[in-house]
């Protein structure tokens, strides 16, 4: 997993625009992924223009994401959020911004609304998650 500052760090020092997608591919190639005996339909996350699947589980008060699509953009805006969220307290997920991070890299804009609402369906499935008290998500 990537870690959220040197992300940061990275897309600043990188020019808008091409360069940025460019590194956002390149998150996602580096992206663990959800292995394909898990890729079911009870895993897609709804409302992405691409197909998302996203598992997850709280472990003692932590919260467990592991999620992957078919896209490589999308695969690259899910190690952000992964960065963002995955490790965080049940707590600390129910109130992080993650707008405010994507607005910080400089992406949000450049997306498409379908990949916005996408990204809000991911956030929102990752906070669905952080509710459970232990039992594994699938779908929010």
């Known amino acids: 997993m990537h870690d959220l500052d040197d992300i940061l760090d990275n897309f600043e020092a990188l020019e808008p625009g091409e360069e940025r997608y460019r590194y956002l591919i390149e998150l996602g190639r580096g992206l663990e992924g959800v292995p394909d005996d898990l890729k079911r339909d009870e895993h897609i996350v709804r409302g992405c223009q691409s197909r998302v699947w996203m598992i997850g589980r709280v472990e003692d008060g932590v919260v467990r994401v592991q999620a992957d699509s078919d896209a490589f953009i999308v695969r690259g805006l899910i190690a952000i959020l992964l960065a963002v969220f995955d490790g965080k307290s049940a707590a600390e997920v129910l109130t992080l911004d993650a ?9 949000e804009q450049h997306l498409s609304m379908g990949r916005r609402n996408g990204l809000h369906a991911m956030v929102q499935r990752i906070r669905a998650i952080a509710t459970l008290d232990g039992s594994e998500a699938s779908e929010s």
């Open 99 to 107: 707008q405010a991070v994507f607005a910080q890299v400089g992406l």
